[in-house]
């Protein structure tokens, strides 16, 4: 065997697990990893399959079920129905009411503040699974601990 080929060889050896781990999904629960989002919805909702599809383009595992009242999941988690909309998710202990867009989700799991969780009432155009030809402005509420709510983020239209 060639000097070269060796060296190539030895090197491909040595690269080779490192790329392997770098392009493995990681594992659930491992340090990084998503953790899975439960929802709640109607069966003929449409926004909520587009909000689900929002969830996973954002790496988050999502396991959608159809149920016939998502509302009892709503105050299961403990969501005032001021703040309901049309499916529930549940991640990590928290609650998510409405579109809730991924990003505020991950600041939630990275902050975990002492609270019930997010919640985006009245189907806001524009917000995640909303998409048209209009966007609203809408606010994303921080469901506290007592169920009081306070604007987490605001996005503008």
């Given at each position: 065997m060639q000097r070269r080929t060796l060296l190539q060889?030895?090197?491909?050896?040595?690269?080779?697990?490192?790329?392997?781990?770098?392009?493995?999904?990681?594992?659930?629960?491992?340090?990084?990893?998503?953790?899975?989002?439960?929802?709640?919805?109607?069966?003929?909702?449409?926004?909520?399959?587009?909000?689900?599809?929002?969830?996973?383009?954002?790496?988050?595992?999502?396991?959608?079920?159809?149920?016939?009242?998502?509302?009892?999941?709503?105050?299961?988690?403990?969501?005032?129905?001021?703040?309901?909309?049309?499916?529930?998710?549940?991640?990590?202990?928290?609650a998510l009411e409405g579109h809730v867009p991924a990003a505020e989700v991950k600041r939630l799991l990275a902050e975990r503040p002492k609270a019930r969780g997010l919640a985006v009432p009245g189907m806001p155009m524009g917000s995640p699974g909303m998409e048209g030809s209009r966007k609203d402005s809408y606010d994303v509420l921080l469901i506290e601990a007592d169920g009081r709510s306070r604007v987490y983020r605001h996005y503008g239209a």
């Open positions: 060889r030895a090197f491909a050896a040595l690269l080779l697990p490192a790329v392997a781990a770098k392009a493995a999904p990681a594992a659930p629960g491992a340090k990084g990893a998503l953790p899975v989002i439960e929802v709640y919805k109607s069966e003929s909702c449409g926004c909520c399959h587009l909000w689900v599809d929002h969830l996973r383009a954002n790496g988050f595992t999502v396991k959608a079920t159809d149920v016939p009242d998502p509302s009892a999941y709503r105050k299961k988690h403990g969501v005032p129905e001021a703040l309901g909309s049309c499916h529930t998710g549940v991640v990590a202990g928290y």
